[in-house]
C-alpha cells in the first residue's frame, strides 16, 4: 500500500507581532492541511518593531500549547517566499485575507508565486469574523499609544509588548 504524500501548507508573514487573527489563520489551515510551516520573514527593508528572532519565538510561543501544535512548525526564512515553498515541498501557501482592499496585492503576490513555484497553490483564508478588523499594526498603534491589547494577542505577546515598552511594573 502506497503512503498518502502529506499536505503541507507554508503561512508566510512578518508577523510583527502575532495577533489573535494570526492564530486565527493558524487554526483554519490545520483543519485543512496535515501540516502548517509559519514562515517568519526577516523582512528586510521593513523597520519592525520586534527583531527577526524576536518574532520566531513570540510565534513559537504563541502556537506551543494549542491543541493544533504538533501539526504546525515555525521558521525563520529570508528571501523569497517561493523558494521556500519548494524547499518545503509545499503544496499550499496560506494568505489571509480581512478585507475586499487586501486582496489586490494578494492577487498579484499569489499570481507571481505561481510563476516561481508551480506546485504550490495560494490559499486565501479569512479570520473568524471577531478578528476580520485586526492587524498587527493596529495592536502596535494601540499599545504605543497606551491602549490595552490584551485581547487582541496571545499573552506572550502581550507581555513582551509591555516589556519593550517599559510597561512591566509589578502589581501589589
Known sequence: MATKKKNLAVYPGSFDPVTNGHLSLIERATHLFDEVT???SMSAGKNTFFDFEERIQLMKGAVEKKPYSDRVRVVGFEGLLADLARQLKATAIIRGLRAVSDFEYEF???LMN???ARE???VFLMPALSWVYLS???VKDVA???GEVTD???NN???ALDKKLGRNKKKK
Do not use: H
Request: hydrophobic share 50%; aromatic share 0%; no cysteine.
Open 136 to 138: 498587527s499594526t493596529i
Open 120 to 122: 504550490a497553490e495560494t
Open 152 to 154: 487582541l494577542v496571545p
Open 114 to 116: 505561481r510563476k516561481l
Open 157 to 159: 505577546v502581550k507581555k
Open 38 to 40: 509559519v514562515a517568519v
Open 144 to 146: 504605543i499609544n497606551g
Open 108 to 110: 498579484q503576490m499569489a
